[in-house]
């Protein structure tokens, strides 16, 4: 699965990032790389663009960057 197809409120985990992509790879000196948990906030209207939660701070990202990124989705737990 890749980030943009995430519902909004859903958390994952990064697997993998498209390297070819020179955005991407700059948003991997940033902290997204394999290994780290991101949420999906919200949606623009149109899908585009996206915004994220990644470590502790705020992102937005465009649609097409957010698909050369793959995920795995997990379940957050309710707090106790």
Not at 26 to 37: N, V
Not at 45 to 53: C, V
Not at 59 to 70: E, H, P, Q, S
């Amino acid at each position: 699965m890749t980030l943009d197809k995430l519902t909004v409120g859903s958390s994952a985990e990064i697997i993998g990032i498209d390297e070819s992509n020179p955005n991407l790879s700059r948003l991997s000196e940033l902290g997204m790389i394999a290994g780290q948990h991101v949420k999906l906030l919200r949606k623009a209207p149109l899908g585009d663009p996206l915004q994220i939660r990644i470590m502790n701070y705020e992102l937005c990202l465009k649609k097409n960057d957010a698909a050369g990124i793959r995920v795995h989705s997990i379940e957050e737990k309710a707090p106790a």
